[in-house]
T-cell receptor, first 113, second 112 residues
Framework: DGGITQSPKYLFRKEGQNVTLSCEQN?????MYWYRQDPGQGLRLIYY???????QKGDIAEGYSVSREKKESFPLTVTSAQKNPTAFYLC????????????FGPGTRLLVL | GQQLNQSPQSMFIQEGEDVSMNCTSS?????WLWYKQDPGEGPVLLIA?????ELTSNGRLTAQFGITRKDSFLNISASIPSDVGIYFC????????????FGKGTKLSVKP
């Protein structure tokens, strides 16, 4: 079955620690995205990538980093510079670029210890 | 930035009732998408609309792309307890190459 997987489901971060969230898709989609969701708020775009080895900052990129070495994978690192990392993180992908229908993974909840 | 106004923010209804929610903007959109998010899960695409005036159904769900291209509504008929969740609209601004803009969601609660 094709789809998007995210791991882990829950992640705990200590102060000053970097953590990496995994996102994999086997839909053969070109574009991938990372969003942050806080309670009662809509989705905010962190980073996106329209093609392998290329990615762009979204609206709230500070404190985050990404890589796109393979079409199937778009990991997100939450760095120690992100002072308020507790949130629900969603990965998505689309066949083509920006504006196309996006399909979401199941999400990773990040909590700070 | 560009705004998508989604309403209502939340709804409490009785099982069996029909539900209606909408998204509006002062700007024209190329596409309208409707997603449902269950607690602790990612949003799932319900309906995608690509043409002004388009009316599309998916089971008990019906959505329309407004004729002015500035709004869209989603109706759920004969609600059941598993309809509980947050419903998001999203769309791409007309004439732009930009990313989807998401509404803030409508939280639906259904009383059995």
């Amino acid at each position: 079955d094709g789809g998007i997987t995210q791991s882990p489901k829950y992640l705990f971060r200590k102060e000053g620690q970097n953590v990496t969230l995994s996102c994999e898709q086997n839909l053969n989609h070109d574009a991938m995205y990372w969003y942050r969701q806080d309670p009662g708020q809509g989705l905010r775009l962190i980073y996106y990538s329209q093609i392998v080895n290329d990615f762009q900052k979204g609206d709230i990129a500070e404190g985050y980093s990404v890589s796109r070495e393979k079409k199937e994978s778009f990991p997100l690192t939450v760095t120690s510079a992100q002072k308020n990392p507790t949130a629900f993180y969603l990965c998505a992908s689309s066949i083509g670029g920006l504006g196309e229908t996006q399909y979401f993974g199941p999400g990773t909840r990040l909590l700070v210890l | 930035g560009q705004q998508l106004n989604q309403s209502p923010q939340s709804m409490f209804i009785q099982e069996g009732e029909d539900v209606s929610m909408n998204c509006t903007s002062s700007s024209i959109f190329n596409t309208w998408l409707w997603y449902k998010q269950d607690p602790g899960e990612g949003p799932v695409l319900l309906i995608a609309l690509y043409k002004a005036g388009e009316l599309t159904s998916n089971g008990r769900l019906t959505a329309q792309f407004g004729i002015t291209r500035k709004d869209s509504f989603l109706n759920i008929s004969a609600s059941i307890p598993s309809d509980v969740g947050i419903y998001f609209c999203a769309g791409q601004l007309g004439g732009s190459q930009g990313n989807l803009i998401f509404g803030k969601g409508t939280k639906l609660s259904v009383k059995p």
